[in-house]
């Protein structure tokens, strides 16, 4: 692994940069209080300090379940001083979720808050087999209170209250550093399939030097900017976006959980620039928007992720109102924010997923996913990048790890896109979502963007299915309210501009798509709905 010997390569050297460069300078906001980079220092060293009499040790894994808040940023980086590595837990995780992460990371420890506003999360621990949480020596309760319980999980409980640890400095309130650029810091949880989410590893280096670039390239570094943090923690979208800053020496304006007039309110009152999250979370706060022209005056860039069908009507209309929505990439092996499209682009580009590399050594290339060439600019296939802040591997998987990054070190993201003559590239969507029609690679954006436009449709998803000896796509619709555009109309819509090929068999109306949680937002789930295709036609008497 090639490193730059002048840069940070580990999480500490990172934190000490801040410190030597701007220690009294504001690093994070939560609700009314401001922390500099010395106070996070001292958490940090606190943090890392109690860990240690914990008996957290190098090479550990502590699983973390908590909402944005800076306990959950002390405790990363105080891990990582340890030679630790943070386990994310999404806090909308259920049973056989949290279940599963504990007994695949062999967690040493789960820090959690027993209650947040809605989430219940005894209930959720309540039935959690014993045996899965078998690696577990303590469970840590923040926010603990005068019931907390004796034991969580068959383990003990202990209170973890970051204000009243020891001040830094003191001699028990302090450790020796062992961060190295090859420790692993941080893991992720992919979305997972039938057998289980896989758990993705960063190194120390992988996630600083990716926080450096990302800084860099998104004009995190210019004088003013200040992030706002919506997106959870646990996510790689949510911490990639933090850790820019924080690796810029910029302001994060931390929210413990997202609401959608509560981030408008806030983008005006912290005078924020930068603000990364998926299309829905955008949409929210653009209803929230003040009313007029430039409702958030400060915005620099709004990097947006696309997960759910009508998006681009959207940000177009945003970009109309002076918000600067811009596509970007990202996944939890290559890290969120990989790449943003340039601003200067049409407007139908720039709100694209994809754009240009946040690291300049990073190689993207596009293979044909059935013969294995590779494909030249403007040539949709399977999108495979090389960049030296990918991940190192799923966690003791090494044949998924080799399934996935080939000899040259080029990850298959498993995404379908295409490069551009610049070097940028387009993504557009999960490769098992593209479908082979006619002999085409279609993607079923193409589709859908016709299928959107006929009077009364709200929101469309297109999937492939097999209807007799053919592939072909078939149409779920999701009506305007008091509406019920007919099959007849879509499918002469869909006649009058697309090939034959392209136009769906059927179409079939539901209340709403089936979809799924994560981390890093809402995603329809596409694999469901070619399973309800299948069973409908199934139900029709052949003609």
Not at 388 to 404: C, I, R
Request: net charge negative.
């Amino acid at each position: 692994m090639t490193q730059d010997n002048a840069s940070p390569a580990t999480l500490s050297a990172l934190l000490a940069r801040n410190l030597d460069l701007r220690g009294e300078s504001v690093a994070f906001v939560e609700g009314e209080r401001e922390i500099t980079y010395r106070e996070f220092d001292g958490m940090v060293r606190c943090s890392a300090a109690w860990l240690a009499g914990q008996g957290v040790k190098p090479g550990d894994r502590v699983a973390v379940w908590l909402v944005n808040r800076i306990e959950w940023l002390a405790l990363y980086f105080g891990l990582a001083r340890l030679g630790a590595a943070l386990m994310t837990v999404n806090t909308r995780y259920r049973t056989h979720e949290l279940a599963y992460i504990l007994e695949r990371s062999q967690a040493s420890l789960l820090v959690l808050q027993l209650n947040f506003r809605k989430i219940d999360f005894p209930a959720v621990l309540r039935d959690v087999p014993l045996e899965a949480a078998l690696a577990l020596r303590k469970v840590v309760v923040v926010d603990a209170g005068e019931d907390m319980p004796a034991q969580v999980l068959g383990r003990p409980t202990i209170r973890f209250d970051l204000a009243a640890l020891p001040d830094a400095g003191m001699p028990d309130a302090d450790t020796p550093d062992h961060a190295a650029p090859d420790s692993p810091c941080v893991l992720f949880t992919t979305s997972g399939t039938t057998s289980g989410p896989k758990l993705v590893v960063h190194t120390q280096y992988t996630a600083t030097r990716h926080s450096l670039n990302v800084a860099q390239g998104f004009d995190l570094e210019a004088d003013g900017v200040r992030l706002l943090a919506a997106l959870p923690l646990c996510g790689t979208f949510g911490l990639s976006g933090v850790m820019a800053a924080f690796a810029a020496g910029r302001p994060v304006v931390l929210m413990d959980t997202f609401d959608g007039p509560e981030a408008a309110r806030l983008l005006n009152a912290q005078r924020i620039t930068h603000l990364f999250g998926s299309d829905e979370m955008f949409q929210r706060i653009i209803e929230s928007a003040p009313a007029g022209d430039r409702p958030f005056p400060h915005a620099r860039v709004f990097g947006f992720a696309s997960f759910q069908p009508g998006t681009q009507e959207v940000m177009h209309g945003a970009w109309a109102r002076g918000m600067p929505m811009l596509g970007l990439y990202g996944s939890s092996e290559v890290q969120a924010l990989f790449s943003l499209q340039d601003r200067n682009l049409p407007l139908q580009d720039r709100t694209q997923g994809g754009g240009r590399p946040a690291c300049p050594s990073a190689r993207i290339r596009i293979r044909d996913a059935q013969t294995g060439a590779l494909l030249p600019a403007g040539q949709v296939g399977a999108v495979e990048i090389k960049s030296p802040t990918n991940f190192v591997g799923y966690l003791d998987n090494p044949e998924a790890t080799a399934g996935s990054i080939d000899a040259e070190g080029y990850f298959s993201t498993g995404d379908a896109g295409y490069l551009r003559e610049d070097g940028s590239f387009v993504y557009q969507t999960r490769l098992g979502d593209t479908m082979r029609l006619g002999g085409y690679l279609v993607s079923p954006a193409e589709i859908e963007s016709v299928v959107k436009s006929v009077p009364g449709v709200r929101d469309v998803q297109i999937v492939a299915v097999e209807i007799g000896p053919q592939v072909k796509p078939v149409a779920f619709i999701v009506a305007q309210p008091g509406q019920a555009p007919a099959e007849a109309a879509v499918v002469a819509a869909a006649k009058a501009v697309l090939a034959p090929f392209k136009v769906p068999a059927r179409v079939w109306l539901l209340d709403e798509f089936p979809v799924t949680q994560s981390s890093n937002g809402t995603k329809i789930q596409r694999v469901k709905l070619r399973e309800m295709a299948l069973e409908r036609l199934a139900q029709t008497p052949a003609a």
